[in-house]
């Protein structure tokens, strides 16, 4: 568990405000690696995508997510294509459904995308397994 500003932030946030603190901690480096899971990238590309305009707030997500990386010494972990694939859909689910909806409730309706294997239907493993992959985006190959 993490405090930010006395608050704790659980690895597994779920309240609306929790996720904010641990969007809080992620922008400013303070969140362990050991608490940033791919359920807290979900959340915190949810809480960032909330708060304003889609392609500002991906542009902060993506900003964020390599500085943390670099504050945590693996730069080499940020992948362009995956990451980008993930913003854009949570953004799309959003749109579709309600962009006031409680992380809970967004979680809850969308389990897809926390499935390990989401992207084997739209890019092949070597697609996503290259280095180019990892520094651009790569449009779907199938």
Not at 36 to 48: C, G, I
Not at 54 to 67: E, I, N, T
Not at 70 to 86: C, N, Q, R
Not at 105 to 122: G, I, K, Q, T, V
């Amino acid at each position: 568990m993490v405090h930010l500003q006395g608050a704790p932030v659980s690895a597994r946030a779920g309240g609306d405000e929790e996720v904010g603190r641990l969007a809080a901690a992620f922008e400013a480096c303070t969140l362990p690696p050991a608490d940033f899971h791919h359920r807290q990238h979900l959340q915190v590309a949810w809480w960032m995508l909330r708060q304003g305009p889609p392609l500002p707030a991906m542009l902060r997500f993506v900003s964020s997510l390599r500085r943390y990386a670099m504050h945590i010494g693996k730069p080499e972990v940020y992948h362009e294509t995956i990451t980008l694939a993930y913003l854009l859909l949570v953004n799309e689910r959003l749109e579709r459904g309600g962009r006031t909806r409680s992380w809970r409730r967004f979680s809850a309706d969308h389990p897809e995308l926390f499935e390990r294997a989401l992207f084997d239907r739209y890019w092949a493993r070597a697609t996503l397994d290259s280095p180019l992959a990892r520094r651009c985006f790569l449009f779907p190959d199938a």
